[in-house]
């Protein structure tokens, strides 16, 4: 039974025209002969239909037909100028729409969610129009799954060099449509069956989801420069319109093969070696094989490890390799030297004293395997290149620690030194002469006195009258340098002597000392910061007790009651045609009057 379904308005106004141009001559169908889509897609297949003469005035039938085979072919959609059918209990029942492209002539059959089922149908489209005749073309329809990418695994063991093919690695792709494709290579050359050397097996799985998997083996036979070959094997598949290719990752296989010779070397230090280094020695061979067994001067291993090193340890050394599985035994020398640099000897040797202004010479070797430079230092300094130390007229800045160091310009920090005591011996010598005449007003002064000077000096301090002040109490030694101090009271001008002397000779110094005599300070009246007020204070008291005595003495006079004890009969008080003011004054004990006038002028009496 069909479904009927009512005709799209677009198709079936193609199918009106067709029939209203009554078409008489036969239909020509076109269809591409195939269709390429990828697994899941959706499918389009193009049916081009046309007739020579459409004159006629018939109707018409439009079918779509798949065929798997000639025993597997299905209507799976009808179509005339009233309705069109979708066939059901079809494979495409459910997954197939029919339309136009908008183009007159051309009907378009879409299949969704293309499956592998799909792969390889023809889909014929059958147009028959009344009183013209009828066409047909067909599609087939290919379907595409791409591949997973390709996984490599080479053998686990290595594989010994030898005349049979073995197994070295497989490769394996898996779920592609169709049927995927391996090719192996070997340092980019692809690698083909060869008898007796190469062997490649190729097996494919079909999965019950209808898609490949391939796997593929590589047999060969093993050389010895397969060591450092790569291998991989690439995929290659088919897509819609295009063939395409994948990759594994590279491998590499360990192979194993006798050794052919073996060398020996040592491998730290770099360079030359010395006593008290670390050395390690190495042996290889360029045989690759589980059976080696390597000894070092019949210490087990590839490596040997000596710490400290000294000459005794300079010698022959040789590795010995055994290749039992391969019958191979094989060695290999080197010879080791350990550098030396003996101690240090001078001579002479230990502390030395020397004369004051006399020559001193010394020398300084090393015993060395290697040729070396020799050069004195004091107090870090250089003094001198060479075996040789020579030094003229020595003084007592000569005096001090030489240090002799012995080099090896061949070997970094390779070295050895000793040391010299050089004492210097003879008479004082007083430092810092020019600094002798000092002037204090002090009592009591410090003199220093500076002497250099081996043995010890006796030293004594002295007065220009012959007094002693003080022997070497106070004195200490540093080194060569001697160091004396002295207190002395001073009460006036003075002239003391620093004497220093030992078995080689004397040194003095002499200190001229001028004594200033302090003055002493003139008493002052010490008023304190507050006196000055009082003073004022007092003084501004006094005057107003003046005034009020004043005045009251005017009072008492203008009353009358002052002057009467001696005598005095009457004040006479008058004006003057001069404006001036007299008092006569009588006294029992004279008669003469003394008149006064107000500018304090003495009158006589006849001018009254």
């Not at 062997?199 to 420069?225: A, I």
């Not at 550098?339 to 040797?349: G, Q, R």
């Not at 060569?480 to 001073?490: C, D, E, L, T």
């Not at 008092?583 to 009158?603: F, H, P, R, W, Y």
Request: hydrophobic share 35%; with cysteine; aromatic share 8%.
């Amino acid at each position: 039974m069909a479904v009927r379904d009512a005709a799209s308005p677009l198709l079936l106004g193609l199918l009106c025209l067709l029939h209203t141009w009554g078409a008489r001559a036969s239909v020509e169908v076109n269809m591409e002969d195939k269709v390429e889509v990828f697994l899941g897609d959706t499918a389009q297949i193009t049916c081009m239909f046309k007739s020579d003469d459409f004159g006629g005035s018939g109707g018409m039938t439009l079918e779509w037909y798949y065929i798997k085979s000639t025993k597997d072919t299905q209507r799976i959609y009808s179509q005339d100028s009233l309705q069109s059918t979708v066939d059901k209990n079809t494979p495409y029942s459910d997954r197939i729409t029919v339309g136009t492209t908008g183009t007159a002539g051309e009907v378009v059959l879409t299949i969704r969610d293309v499956q592998l089922s799909d792969d390889e149908v023809a889909f014929n489209c059958y147009v028959k129009i009344i009183g013209e005749g009828s066409g047909e073309g067909s599609t087939k329809l290919k379907v595409f799954k791409t591949p997973e990418d390709p996984t490599i695994q080479g053998v686990e063991q290595g594989i010994s060099v030898s005349d049979e093919v073995k197994r070295v690695a497989s490769c394996e792709v898996k779920n592609g449509y169709p049927k995927p494709k391996i090719t192996w290579y070997r340092d980019k050359m692809p690698l083909h069956n060869i008898p007796d050397a190469v062997k490649v097996d190729h097996r494919v799985t079909t999965q019950s989801s209808g898609l490949f998997s391939v796997n593929s083996d590589l047999d060969m036979k093993v050389e010895k420069k397969d060591k450092d070959a790569v291998f991989y094997c690439e995929v290659t598949f088919l897509v819609p319109g295009a063939e395409k290719m994948l990759e594994s990752n590279s491998i590499n296989i360990t192979v194993f093969y006798p050794p052919t010779s073996v060398n020996l070397w040592v491998e730290s230090p770099e360079g030359k070696v010395k006593e008290g280094d670390t050395v390690e020695f190495l042996c290889a061979s360029d045989g690759n094989s589980e059976s080696q067994y390597f000894t070092i001067n019949n210490n087990d291993g590839r490596s040997l490890k000596m710490e400290n090193v000294t000459r005794h340890n300079s010698g022959v050394y040789q590795c010995t390799v055994d290749d039992y599985e391969n019958s191979v035994n094989l060695s290999a020398n080197t010879t080791l030297f350990v550098n030396y640099l003996d101690e240090v000897v001078i001579k002479p040797t230990g502390s030395v004293s020397v004369d004051w202004k006399k020559e001193f010479s010394a020398t300084c070797n090393a015993l060395s395997s290697l040729s070396t430079s020799t050069t004195w230092f004091k107090d870090g300094k250089e003094v001198e290149k060479g075996h040789h130390l020579n030094l003229k007229a020595v003084t007592y800045d000569t005096a001090g620690t030489y240090v002799c160091v012995v080099t090896v310009p061949d070997i970094q920090a390779m070295q050895a030194n000793a040391s010299l005591q050089l004492t210097v011996q003879g008479p004082p010598e007083i430092i810092e002469k020019q600094l002798t005449e000092k002037e204090t007003n002090e009592r009591e002064l410090e003199l220093t006195c500076h002497i250099r000077s081996f043995p010890t000096p006796n030293i004594t301090w002295g007065t220009s009258n012959g007094k002693i002040i003080s022997s070497s109490n106070h004195m200490t030694d540093v080194g060569a340098k001697s160091v004396a101090k002295v207190q002395v009271n001073i009460t006036s001008n003075t002239t003391v002597f620093c004497n220093a002397s030992n078995e080689f000779g004397k040194d003095s110094v002499t200190y001229v000392i001028k004594f200033t005599k302090a003055e002493t300070p003139k008493p002052q009246e010490k008023v304190q910061k507050g006196s000055y007020g009082v003073i004022i204070a007092v003084i501004i008291i006094c005057i107003l007790l003046l005034a009020i005595l004043g005045s009251v003495l005017y009072f008492l006079y203008k009353k009358g009651k002052i002057c009467n004890r001696s005598g005095k009969k009457d004040f006479t008080k008058e004006k003057s045609s001069k404006d001036k003011i007299v008092v006569e004054m009588k006294s029992d004990n004279t008669e003469e009057a003394i008149l006064l006038g107000v500018n304090g002028e003495k009158q006589l009496p006849n001018d009254q």
